[in-house]
């Protein structure tokens, strides 16, 4: 944001301890970082008897730095950047050095900004869902439960200038599926607080902090800090938290591209506000001389025609990751989103058939004889069908699908799941959705009678 200020309530505070290492700061967890004056956060120093031992400690401390704050964020990322430079780490940098290269270290998308943006993206969908979910036992208690049937949730989230467009889909009770500039990636998530997670992509595990704010989201990955706007069409938000100084257009007027249209202040710095596209502006948010949070919306724009981003700063890259392996692994995971389907969770119609065609042509490359664990998993996503088909069965029911031959029984009743599919895309609105029918589908655990018939 061209280092706009950025003040806010601090909500996670996390300092390094080790040898060599000191900070000096004056804050704590819950205090607010006031829009009034520069306020420094905190200063880490490192010492060490070589200088490459203070800049290796001095590295070290600040990716064990976490500060998380709502409605702002720290320059935390530019430095760790900046101890990277070759000028930095020989020493030769002079005072006029950082005014030459601090627009480009700006511009640069920082590290693991795909990670930060699949993270905002899995965070916005787990809210949404949340709020469904208890309109739902809401709307229940009166006797009349609702829910929408919706596959999934469409996210649009805005980093460095760039819109990215998100299909998100819960697949299992940690997994996640999202689709975003024609890539496909898979996502394990553990969630450790509110504000902590651990994200596996592409089979590695991330460190993951973040804090919504008012249309925005600071997240911390592996100690880099991104700041994630909540993108909707046509709108122009305020940078940080502020007070609204001129507003230079008015409804109908027409704007280009980076045009300023709005001019805040904060912490005595005046900061303009530029249109990100060409459009028409359809209605003024703020007032002149109002107090206005960071994120919060200025402005809304008519977008004039459907053209690209006109941010400098280069696009993001989305790493599918998805190697699946051998023909056994590709089967194995094909199967648990064949669960998925049955469990209720987010499996279009569309892809459920080419699911249950996948896993065929998969397991037709495993040799005979490898193929044991993968009939013991079709006997078990088979068991599941039937029982959500047939809640009460009687012992000898269930004692008989499992017995010898039940394997050949499998192979035939798989393409049943593509009907499955197709049956599910259309069940009219009002069935429970996937998190109540989840539960569902464990009868071993719980025996209960159903609240309906996914």
């Given at each position: 944001e061209g280092f706009a200020p950025a003040p806010?309530?601090?909500?996670?505070?996390?300092?390094?301890?080790?040898?060599?290492?000191?900070?000096?700061t004056g804050i704590a967890a819950g205090e607010v970082i006031p829009p009034d004056y520069?306020?420094?956060?905190?200063?880490?120093?490192a010492w060490g008897r070589t200088r490459p031992e203070a800049l290796a400690r001095l590295r070290c401390a600040l990716r064990d730095t976490t500060v998380l704050i709502q409605g702002g964020t720290t320059i935390k990322s530019f430095l760790l950047d900046l101890l990277e430079r070759p000028e930095v780490v020989s020493g030769e940098a002079d005072t006029q050095w950082l005014d030459r290269v601090s627009a480009e270290l700006a511009e640069a998308p920082a590290q693991h900004a795909d990670v930060a943006l699949l993270s905002t993206a899995i965070e916005v969908y787990d809210a949404e869902e949340a709020l469904e979910r208890a309109s739902f036992f809401a709307s229940?208690?009166?006797?009349?439960?609702?829910?929408?049937?919706v596959v999934g949730r469409s996210v649009e989230l805005g980093y460095q200038g760039h819109t990215y467009a998100f299909e998100v889909?819960?697949?299992?009770?940690?997994?996640?599926?999202?689709?975003?500039?024609?890539?496909?990636?898979?996502?394990?998530?553990?969630?450790?607080?509110?504000?902590?997670?651990?994200?596996?992509?592409?089979?590695?595990?991330?460190?993951?902090?973040s804090v919504a704010?008012?249309?925005?989201?600071?997240?911390?990955?592996?100690?880099f800090s991104h700041r994630i706007m909540r993108d909707e069409a046509g709108l122009v938000r305020a940078p940080a938290p502020a007070v609204v100084v001129t507003v230079n257009v008015a409804a109908g007027d027409e704007v280009e591209a980076g045009d300023t249209v709005v001019v805040v202040e904060s912490m005595k710095m005046e900061t303009a506000v530029h249109a990100p596209q060409a459009g028409t502006v359809r209605e003024i948010l703020a007032a002149v001389n109002s107090q206005v949070d960071a994120g919060a919306p200025l402005l809304r724009l008519d977008q004039v025609d459907d053209e690209a981003d006109t941010s400098d700063a280069p696009s993001v890259e989305f790493a599918t990751g998805d190697d699946d392996g051998d023909a056994r692994t590709k089967a194995h995971a094909l199967l648990a989103d064949l669960r998925a389907l049955i469990a209720g969770y987010d499996v279009s119609a569309k892809r459920g058939e080419a699911l249950t065609a996948d896993y065929l042509a998969a397991r037709a490359e495993v040799p005979t004889d490898d193929q044991t664990e993968?009939?013991?998993?079709?006997?078990?996503?088979?068991?599941?069908?039937?029982?959500?088909?047939?809640?009460?069965?009687?012992?000898?029911?269930?004692?008989?699908?499992?017995?010898?031959?039940?394997?050949?029984?499998?192979?035939?009743?798989?393409?049943?799941?593509?009907?499955?599919?197709?049956?599910?895309?259309?069940?009219?609105a009002g069935v429970v959705p996937g998190p109540v029918a989840a539960?569902?589908?464990?009868?071993?655990r719980h025996r209960a009678r159903p609240h309906c018939c996914a």
């Open positions: 806010g309530t601090v909500t996670v505070f996390s300092l390094p301890t080790g040898p060599g290492i000191r900070v000096d520069d306020s420094m956060v905190a200063k880490v120093i229940a208690r009166g006797g009349r439960p609702r829910a929408s049937h889909s819960q697949v299992g009770r940690r997994r996640y599926r999202l689709e975003v500039a024609d890539s496909s990636v898979s996502v394990q998530l553990d969630r450790l607080s509110d504000h902590q997670s651990r994200p596996e992509v592409g089979g590695r595990r991330h460190q993951v902090s704010g008012t249309g925005n989201y600071l997240v911390d990955v592996d100690g993968l009939r013991r998993g079709e006997i078990a996503l088979l068991t599941i069908f039937a029982d959500l088909c047939d809640p009460f069965p009687q012992p000898a029911q269930r004692r008989g699908g499992v017995g010898r031959g039940a394997g050949a029984q499998s192979a035939r009743a798989l393409p049943y799941l593509s009907a499955l599919a197709r049956r599910r895309a259309r069940t009219p539960g569902i589908a464990a009868p071993q």
